[in-house]
C-alpha cells in the first residue's frame, strides 16, 4: 500500500505505513472535500463553500490554489479541468464502494450469504463519521453529511440482508458501534437489537434499548416509534420466559361479587390497583381469585411476590430481594443481577418494557416498598394487597382503590357452606349464624372455624359454636392482626405427626434462611438420607412444608414462627448443626474456588452433621449460588447469638466465593462488617486485623479508594496493638495499593509514599524472613516472604517514576515474582506480570504490554475476573496498535463473560473495553 487516504472517519493519508503530514487545518478540509468526491472532479465553488461557509474571501481562488500545490506534494498529482479539481487516489471511500457494489452484485446473483461479508468488509471500513476531525462548520457540509447518510443507508440494507439470511451476528459490530454516530436513527437501532440478539447478546441488546430510549425521550421528548418497538417486543419474546408465580387461587371463594366488578372496571385503564383492609379480611384471596380469572389478558405472564409486610415475625421484605426473585422469573440469574436497588429496578423495567405481565404485590408495608416494583409499560398492569392506607401511590402513581370489608352475614354463612358443603351447614343453621356472628364476618376467622370443623368430620357446628362461646371468641381472635391467631391451625396439623417428624420440625425452626435442602435437612435431622426423605415427606404431607423445587423445602413464613415458638425446649445445639453444616460446606467449597489463600481449620462438625463436598469449583460455586441467602442468615442468626466464632469462620468460608472468584465485593462488605463486630466483641486481634484486610480489598476492588486506605491503616494499628510485624505490613501493603492501584495511573507523589510504605515493610520482614527456616517449613516465614514479594509491586514503581527506565522497573518487579515463584504463590506470580504489563502499556511499549498479559492469562487457575481484566487490557493495547482483529478477539472473549452481567465489577470491567 505505497499511498493510502482516508475520510471514512479521520482524514488521514499515509505512505508505506508513515502517516503524512497534511498542513493546515483548512488544507485539510480541501483535501477532504476531494476524497469524498472519490476521484469525480470537484468545482472550485463547492471547495470555497465548503472552506468558508459560503462567505469566501477576494483571494479565494488564489487560496485554494495555494492549497492544491501544497497537496500535490503530499498526495502527488491533483488534476483540473473546466468542471474542478480531480484527485485520483486510492482511499478508503473508494475501497467502500467497491465492497458495496461486490454486495450488490451477490444478491442480485442469488447469494446473498457471501454478499453479508463483502457488506461487512465494506462497512469495517468506517472508523468514524466521515470527515471526524474537520472544523465543525466544515463538517456540516453536505459533501460530509450525504457520506454520512450513504453510510446509514447501507447499514439498514446490510442488516437487512444478514438478518434475512440468519447472519445478523456478522454485523453486530459494525451496526453496535455506528449506532453511536446516529444516535436517532430509530431504523439503524432497530436493526441493533436484531443483530445483537442473533449474537447471541440479548442482555446486551435489552441495555441498549433502555439507554436508547431514555436518549429520545429525554432528549427529543418522544417514545420509540413501531420500528423500535417491534424489534423490543421481538427481543423480549426471543429472551424471557413467561413466569406463571400465581399460587393457586382460593379453594373456597366465594362471594365478592361488587369487590371483583370493581377490579374488572379499573384494572383496564389504569395499571396499579390497591385493595385494602385489615388484616384476615381476605385481600389475597381476592387478589389471587381476580388474579387468576385476569390472566388471559396478560398474555406475557404473571409474577407474585409475598412482601411480608405484616408477618408476626421478621422484618418485611426488602424491594431489592423481591426485584432479584422477579428477574430470575424473567430469565435474568440472580449472579448477574445489580447489587444496587436502583439498578434492578431499571433492568427490571428495561426487561418488562413493551410486555403485558400482571405483577401482585401482597401484604404490602408502605409506599417505599412498593415503589421499586413497579413496571414502566403501560401494557402491565399492578395489583397491591396492604393493610396499610398506601396514600402516597394514590397520590403520586394515581393509584386506583378497592376497599374490602368483612363479609355480610350471607357471604359468611356462602364461605362455611363452600368450605363445608351445603348439607351440613343447612343442617345446623343456628350453629351457623352463631359462629358467622362470633366471627363478625372476619374471613379468616372463619377459615379457622371451618379448618377446624373439617378437620374432625365427627364435629358437628353445635360443638364449633359451643367452644367459641366457651372461649367467649377471645382467645381465638383477638390477635387476628399479630397472625397469632393462626397458631391453632399449625397445632393442628402438628399434633398429627409423628414424633420424629414433629422433631425435625422444630429443629427446622431454627433454621435463619428461606428454604432447606435435603443435605441441610440431612444434617439437621442427624439421621440418613432415606430417613430424612421419609420425615420430609410426611411433613409436606401435613403442608407443613413445601417442595417448590426439588430437592429444596420451604414453608409459609407464618408455618416457620409456629415452628420456631415451639423449639424453645431445643437445647442449642439444634442451631449449631445448622451452623456446623453451613460452615463445614462453604469452607470445603472455598477450599476449591480459591485454594491460594490460607486454609482455616473450622474444626469438627456435631456427630451426624453432614456437610455438601463438592467435587469440582463449577459444583462449589453452584452450591453456593443456592445457599446465598442462607448463608447470609446464618450468619446474623449466629451473630444474633452470640455464637461469634461461627460469624468470622462463616465470613472467612464466603469470601472465598466472594471476593475474587465470583467478584461480588460488594455483597461481601456486610457480612464483614457484622464479623468484625463480633471480633471487636471478643477482643480477637488476629479476626480484626484479617477482617480490615478484607474490607480493604472489598473497598479498593470497588473503586472507594479513601475508604480501602482507612481501613488498612486501620490493619495496621491492629498489627501493631497486637505486636505483629505480619499484619503491620499487610496493613502497609494494602496502604501503598490503595493509593496507586487506579484505573489512572498513580501520581509522583503517590507511587513515593506508596514506595516508603513498603520500604518500612521490608524493615519489618526482613527480620522474620533471616532468622525463619528454609523453604515452606514455617508458615509464618513463608507468608513474611510473600509480603516482601509483594513490596517490589511499590518500589518498581518508584523505579519507574524516578529513572523513566521501564526495563529498570520490569526487573525490580521480576525480583518480587521471583520471590512468590519461590513459594509458589502462583496467583501473585500472575498479578506480577499483570503489573509489568501495565508498566510496559504506560511506557508506550505496548507490544511488551501484551506479551506480559499473555504470560499473566498463560498463569489463570479459576481467577474469573481477573481472566477478564487481562482481556481487557489486551483488547486495548491491540487497538491502539491498530491490530483490530486481536483487539476484536480479546474483547469479544471479555464480553461474552460480561454479557447480561451487570453488577459495580462487572461495570467497571465493561467500561475497560475498547470501542469496537
Not at 385503564?269 to 388471559?296: E, I
Not at 509464618?780 to 510473600?786: F, G, I, P, V, Y
Amino acid at each position: 500500500m505505497p499511498m493510502w487516504f482516508e475520510v471514512l472517519g479521520p482524514v488521514r493519508g499515509l505512505r508505506d505505513g508513515t502517516e503524512l503530514d497534511l498542513g493546515s487545518p483548512q488544507q485539510r478540509v480541501l483535501l477532504a472535500v476531494l476524497l469524498a468526491a472519490a476521484g469525480e472532479p470537484v468545482a472550485a465553488g463547492v471547495i470555497s463553500d465548503v472552506l468558508w461557509s459560503g462567505d469566501p474571501p477576494q483571494a479565494a481562488a488564489a487560496t485554494v490554489q495555494q492549497y492544491v500545490s501544497r497537496l500535490r506534494r503530499v498526495a502527488g498529482t491533483i488534476g483540473r479541468s473546466a468542471a474542478g479539481y480531480r484527485l485520483d487516489v486510492d482511499s478508503d471511500l473508494r475501497r467502500f464502494r467497491a465492497f458495496l457494489s461486490q454486495a450488490r452484485d451477490l444478491v442480485e446473483a442469488g447469494r446473498p450469504e457471501a454478499a453479508v461479508d463483502a457488506y461487512a468488509a465494506a462497512l469495517g471500513l468506517w472508523t468514524a463519521p466521515a470527515g471526524t476531525g474537520l472544523p465543525p462548520e466544515a463538517r456540516a457540509h453536505p459533501v460530509f453529511a450525504d457520506l454520512d447518510r450513504e453510510h446509514a443507508a447501507v447499514l439498514a440494507e446490510a442488516a437487512d440482508v444478514a438478518l434475512d439470511r440468519d447472519r445478523g451476528a456478522v454485523l453486530a459490530p459494525v451496526l453496535d458501534r455506528a449506532t453511536g454516530w446516529h444516535p436517532y436513527d430509530e431504523g439503524l437501532h432497530a436493526r441493533l437489537l436484531r443483530t445483537l440478539a442473533a449474537a447471541g447478546r440479548t442482555a446486551d441488546a435489552l441495555e441498549r434499548y433502555r439507554l436508547t430510549r431514555e436518549r429520545l425521550v429525554g432528549e427529543l421528548g418522544i417514545e420509540p416509534g413501531p420500528m423500535l418497538r417491534d424489534a423490543h417486543r421481538e427481543l423480549t419474546d426471543r429472551r424471557t420466559v413467561r413466569p406463571a408465580q400465581l399460587p393457586a387461587p382460593p379453594a373456597a371463594f366465594t362471594g365478592r361479587t361488587a369487590e371483583l366488578a370493581r377490579l374488572d372496571a379499573v384494572a383496564g385503564p389504569r395499571p396499579l390497583v390497591l385493595v385494602g383492609g385489615l388484616g384476615g379480611v381476605g385481600k389475597t384471596s381476592l387478589a389471587l381469585h381476580w388474579a387468576h380469572r385476569a390472566a388471559t389478558r396478560y398474555p406475557d405472564g404473571q409474577l407474585y411476590v409475598d412482601l411480608r409486610g405484616f408477618a408476626p415475625s421478621g422484618a418485611p421484605l426488602e424491594p431489592a430481594e423481591a426485584l432479584h426473585g422477579f428477574l430470575e422469573a424473567l430469565g435474568v440469574p440472580r449472579a448477574n443481577q445489580p447489587s444496587t436497588l436502583d439498578g434492578l429496578a431499571a433492568l427490571y423495567r428495561s426487561v418488562l418494557a413493551g410486555r403485558k405481565v400482571l405483577v401482585v404485590l401482597d401484604n404490602a408495608r408502605d409506599d417505599d416498598q412498593v415503589r421499586p416494583l413497579l413496571p414502566g409499560s403501560a401494557g402491565c398492569a399492578v395489583l397491591v394487597t396492604s393493610r396499610s392506607y398506601l396514600g402516597g401511590l394514590t397520590v403520586d402513581e394515581d393509584a386506583r382503590s378497592v376497599g374490602l370489608d368483612v363479609f355480610s352475614d350471607a357471604d359468611a354463612v356462602g364461605y362455611l357452606r363452600s368450605r363445608l358443603g351445603a348439607a351440613r351447614v343447612d343442617a345446623e343453621p343456628w350453629a351457623a349464624a352463631e359462629i358467622v356472628r362470633v366471627c363478625g364476618g372476619l374471613p379468616l376467622a372463619l377459615a379457622i372455624c371451618a379448618a377446624w370443623a373439617d378437620r374432625s368430620p365427627m364435629f358437628t357446628l353445635a360443638t364449633v359454636a359451643a367452644e367459641l362461646r366457651r372461649r367467649d371468641g377471645l382467645d381465638a381472635f383477638s390477635a387476628v392482626n399479630a397472625g397469632r391467631d393462626v397458631r391453632t391451625v399449625f397445632s393442628w396439623s402438628y399434633r398429627r405427626l409423628g414424633p420424629d417428624a414433629a422433631e425435625l420440625f422444630r429443629r427446622l425452626g431454627r433454621h435463619p434462611g428461606p428454604d432447606v435442602a435435603l443435605a441441610t435437612a440431612i444434617s439437621v435431622a442427624g439421621r440418613t438420607s432415606s430417613g430424612t426423605l421419609d420425615l420430609l415427606g410426611e411433613l409436606t404431607d401435613a403442608q407443613l412444608l413445601s417442595e417448590p423445587r426439588p430437592g429444596r423445602y420451604a414453608a409459609h413464613d407464618l408455618v416457620r414462627a409456629y415452628a420456631a415458638e415451639i423449639s424453645d425446649d431445643l437445647p442449642e445445639d439444634a442451631l449449631r448443626r445448622i451452623l456446623d453444616h453451613y460452615l463445614h460446606s462453604v469452607v470445603a467449597g472455598a477450599r476449591l474456588a480459591n485454594p491460594y489463600r490460607r486454609q482455616l481449620d473450622p474444626g469438627t462438625p456435631a456427630d451426624g452433621v453432614v456437610p455438601f463436598t463438592p467435587v469440582d469449583v463449577p459444583d462449589a460455586v453452584a452450591w453456593f449460588e443456592a445457599e446465598r441467602a442462607n448463608l447470609r442468615a446464618a450468619v446474623g442468626a449466629a451473630d444474633r447469638h452470640r455464637l461469634d466464632e461461627y460469624v468470622w469462620l462463616l465470613c472467612w468460608g464466603m469470601n472465598g466465593f466472594l471476593l475474587d472468584h465470583l467478584g461480588r465485593w460488594d455483597e461481601a462488605i456486610p457480612v464483614a462488617r457484622i464479623a468484625l463486630a463480633a471480633a471487636r466483641r471478643r477482643g480477637d486481634l488476629w479476626w480484626r486485623g484479617y477482617l480490615h484486610n478484607v474490607l480493604g480489598n472489598c473497598y479498593l476492588r470497588g473503586g472507594d479508594h479513601d475508604q480501602a486506605f482507612r481501613e488498612w491503616a486501620l490493619t495496621a494499628e491492629v498489627g501493631r496493638e497486637a505486636g505483629d510485624p505480619i499484619r503491620i505490613a499487610i496493613g502497609l501493603g494494602g496502604m501503598g495499593s490503595a493509593i496507586t492501584e487506579r484505573d489512572e495511573w498513580p501520581d509522583g507523589e503517590s507511587i513515593e509514599r506508596a514506595a516508603g510504605y513498603a520500604d518500612e515493610m521490608r524493615a519489618l520482614l526482613d527480620e522474620i524472613d533471616r532468622t525463619g527456616p528454609p523453604g515452606r517449613v514455617d508458615g509464618r516465614t513463608t507468608h513474611a516472604r510473600d509480603l516482601i514479594g509483594f513490596t517490589y509491586r511499590l518500589t518498581a514503581l518508584r523505579v519507574l517514576h524516578r529513572t523513566g527506565d521501564v526495563h529498570a522497573a520490569v526487573a525490580e518487579r521480576a525480583a518480587g515474582i521471583a520471590v512468590h515463584e519461590s513459594i509458589g504463590n502462583w496467583l501473585q506470580v500472575q498479578n506480577g506480570w499483570q503489573q509489568i504489563g501495565r508498566m510496559r502499556q504506560h511506557a508506550g511499549d505496548l507490544e511488551g504490554a501484551i506479551s506480559a498479559y499473555e504470560h499473566a492469562l498463560s498463569l489463570q487457575r479459576n481467577d474469573e475476573w481477573i481472566t477478564v481484566e487481562l482481556l481487557a487490557r489486551l483488547a486495548a493495547c491491540h487497538h491502539e496498535l491498530g491490530h483490530e482483529g486481536a483487539s476484536a478477539h480479546c474483547r469479544a472473549r471479555a464480553a461474552e463473560r460480561l454479557d447480561g452481567v451487570y453488577h459495580p465489577s462487572a461495570d467497571r470491567l465493561r467500561a475497560m473495553l475498547p470501542p469496537p
